[in-house]
């Protein structure tokens, strides 16, 4: 069946450092795929997507590209703030499939001042 | 615009009470609906959804029941808490589209004594 796997965190980096969080997939076609985030107390947060092969996704100075070949939608910042401490959740969805979201377990993210 | 609503935000509750979580959809007609729940620390972990109005899918067996009485409301209910069902509960909506996004409300946090 469909899943995503994610880095597990804690990740803890300093502000302004590079961030990278792996994700990988597997399904049977050709899924969207989706970053989440969800900030403390909140509900989530749609963060990006990608709807086919090399698409990329950005929003709010995060980037992932969608890795057909890799089957991987790894999640990137150039430079990080103390705002962005929060989980961040990997997801897909498939066209000729069920109505469910397939969610990866999440990436807690720290950011040290 | 869509928006989405939950209530209560925080509910504390003993147990063996009963229990019941509404979540509304504004802005959108037929929308698939989505219950998590999110135990601290945990990833999602989806309970039901629901395509229509009446029509429900379960995906746990558990101490919880789902309801869509109308196109754009879905509770979520149990007779008899447990200490177990104390978490973070989520709604979600998307469009019928399954390589759509889903969008989440804000969540209730609910504590059973």
């Known amino acids: 069946g469909n899943s995503v796997t994610q880095m597990e965190g804690p990740v803890t980096l300093s502000e302004e450092a590079f961030l990278t969080i792996n994700c990988t997939y597997t399904a049977t076609g050709y899924p969207s795929l989706f970053w989440y985030v969800q900030y403390p107390g909140e509900g989530l947060q749609l963060l990006l997507k990608?709807?086919?092969?090399?698409d990329k996704g950005s929003n709010k100075g995060f980037e992932a590209t969608y890795r057909k070949e890799t089957t991987s939608f790894h999640l990137e910042k150039g430079s990080v703030q103390v705002s962005d401490s929060a989980v961040y959740f990997c997801?897909?969805?498939?066209?000729?499939?069920?109505?469910?979201?397939?969610f990866g377990k999440g990436t807690r993210l720290h950011i040290l001042p | 615009s869509q928006t989405i609503h939950q209530w209560p935000a925080t509910l504390v509750q003993p147990v063996g009470s009963p229990l019941s979580l509404e979540c509304t959809v504004e802005?959108?007609?037929?929308?698939?609906l989505y219950w998590y729940r999110q135990a601290a620390g945990r990833g999602l972990q989806l309970l039901f959804y629901?395509?229509?109005?009446?029509?429900i899918s379960s995906e746990v067996p558990q101490n919880l029941s789902a309801s869509r009485p109308q196109d754009r409301q879905f509770i979520l209910s149990s007779k008899k808490l447990l200490l177990s069902d104390s978490g973070f509960y989520l709604c979600?909506?998307?469009?019928?589209?399954?390589?759509?996004?889903?969008?989440f409300g804000p969540g209730t946090r609910l504590t059973v004594l």
């Open positions: 629901s395509v229509g109005i009446g029509q």
């Open positions: 990608a709807t086919k092969a090399d």
């Open positions: 802005g959108t007609s037929n929308p698939n």
């Open positions: 997801a897909l969805s498939e066209r000729d499939r069920d109505d469910k979201i397939i």
């Open positions: 979600a909506w998307r469009r019928g589209d399954k390589r759509s996004e889903q969008f």
